[in-house]
């Protein structure tokens, strides 16, 4: 179980950045994949960005050329940094750490995003 803090999430108008970012209490260092599910009123919770201990990442295509992952393994870090955000970016982000091959979420950080 690894317990994860977020911060970085506001209110922000449309075209506007933020930048996420998780703080994971164990290594992420190897046999990790982190990233970000974002859920929005009503929705599902989507997959939004990953990124492997091999630095391999993945992207939800509505995020592709705007949202870009990364991660600090020094210290215990993965960020989201979201660019030209969009009102339909508007959701409770989520971060994800599997570990180990253990699964462990943050409670969440509200984006919301105006037109």
């Known amino acids: 179980q690894v317990q994860l803090v977020e911060s970085g999430g506001g209110l922000v108008q449309a075209g506007g950045s933020l930048r996420l970012s998780c703080v994971a209490s164990?290594?992420?260092?190897?046999?990790?994949?982190v990233g970000w599910y974002r859920q929005a009123p009503g929705k599902q919770r989507d997959l939004v960005a990953t990124?492997?201990?091999?630095?391999?990442?993945d992207y939800a295509d509505s995020v592709k050329g705007r949202f870009a992952i990364s991660r600090d393994n020094a210290k215990n870090t993965v960020y989201l940094q979201m660019n030209s955000l969009k009102p339909e970016d508007t959701a409770v982000y989520y971060c994800?750490?599997?570990?180990?091959?253990?699964?462990?979420w943050g409670r969440g950080t509200q984006v919301t995003v105006s037109s």
């Open positions: 990124i492997t201990s091999g630095s391999n990442t």
């Open positions: 994800y750490v599997r570990r180990w091959g253990v699964v462990s």
């Open positions: 164990r290594s992420i260092t190897v046999n990790s994949v």
